[in-house]
Nanobody, 121 residues
Framework: VQLQASGGGLVQVGDSLRLFCAASGRTFGRYTMAWYRQAPGKEREFVAGMSWSGITWYGDGLKGRFTISRDDAKDTGNLQMNSLEPEDTAVYYC????????????????WGQGTQVTVSS
């Protein structure tokens, strides 16, 4: 499966942004989808995940500001990010796996190319 992440940009503190992950090549609905982010000099961090059945899981401290969703009919996943903070600045990646939800990056064999989110104060 091929993934294409988009929607990143430069925003101000407190703004909202919606990221998109477009999938092709396989039936998206059978996959667990996740969003990760990586800031310069830091490890890749789990942001949110959603199983094929709709179970969601969020990274520490992100639930309530971030919301993951998916539209299997359109083979797309989304990450709605509200009340953005400078600490949210990172490259955001979408990933999928044909198994249960996991927070571990190495469990995901398919990755998009990443989209840059920059939150300016």
């Amino acid at each position: 499966v091929q993934l294409q992440a988009s929607g990143g940009g430069l925003v101000q503190v407190g703004d909202s942004l919606r990221l998109f992950c477009a999938a092709s090549g396989r039936t998206f609905g059978r996959y667990t989808m996740a969003w990760y982010r990586q800031a310069p000099g830091k490890e890749r961090e789990f942001v949110a995940g959603m199983s094929w059945s709709g179970i969601t899981w969020y990274g520490d401290g992100l639930k309530g500001r971030f919301t993951i969703s998916r539209d299997d009919a359109k083979d797309t996943g989304n990450l709605q990010m509200n009340s953005l903070e400078p600490e949210d600045t990172a490259v955001y990646y979408c990933a999928v796996r044909d198994s249960v939800l996991s927070r571990t990056p190495s469990d995901y064999p398919y990755w998009g190319q990443g989209t840059q989110v920059t939150v300016s104060s």
